[in-house]
């Protein structure tokens, strides 16, 4: 869909979401088989993690701020998604950004949309 929502530190970026994809990462704050091999755990909060797929962004100066937001030297970005019947916005790290090559024509590269994997700082549900 054009236009979907991407806001990445109060900046929005017109894209086109191609697929996103949630995990919910349960995270223990302890774990400990005992000697008759029953788990013990204490949960310690679900982390929601995004996967993104992005359509080719035809303009060109979006393209080129989306870059360079996704190539900052930065710990953590707040990201703003789809989550559930809504947004979610939270604080996150980047782990990989993709982007493949399209074509090349007299020395201009043509990029394809981008794969981006958000992984979120904290847990979004805690006890």
Same mark, same amino acid.
């Given at each position: 869909?054009?236009?979907?929502?991407?806001?990445?530190?109060?900046?929005?970026?017109?894209?086109?979401?191609?697929?996103?994809?949630?995990?919910? &990462?349960?995270? &223990?704050?302890?774990?400990?088989? =005992?000697?008759?091999? &029953?788990?013990?755990?204490?949960?310690?909060?679900?982390?929601?993690?995004?996967?993104?797929?992005?359509?080719?962004? %035809?303009? %060109?100066?979006?393209?080129?701020?989306?870059?360079?937001?996704?190539?900052?030297?930065?710990?953590?970005?707040?990201?703003?998604?789809?989550?559930?019947?809504?947004?979610?916005?939270?604080?996150?790290?980047?782990?990989?950004?993709?982007?493949?090559?399209?074509?090349?024509?007299?020395?201009?590269?043509?990029?394809?949309?981008?794969?981006?994997?958000?992984?979120?700082?904290?847990?979004?549900? =805690?006890?």
């Amino acid at each position: 869909m054009e236009n979907d929502i991407l806001t990445i530190d109060g900046t929005t970026y017109p894209v086109n979401i191609v697929s996103l994809t949630e995990t919910s &990462d349960f995270q &223990d704050k302890y774990s400990e088989q =005992t000697e008759n091999f &029953d788990l013990k755990r204490e949960l310690g909060g679900i982390f929601f993690n995004y996967e993104l797929q992005l359509g080719e962004i %035809q303009n %060109q100066t979006t393209a080129l701020a989306l870059y360079e937001k996704l190539h900052e030297f930065t710990e953590f970005h707040t990201v703003t998604l789809p989550h559930n019947d809504g947004l979610q916005t939270f604080q996150a790290y980047i782990t990989g950004v993709g982007r493949p090559l399209k074509s090349r024509i007299n020395e201009t590269n043509k990029w394809g949309g981008y794969t981006i994997t958000f992984t979120a700082k904290s847990p979004q549900i =805690t006890s």
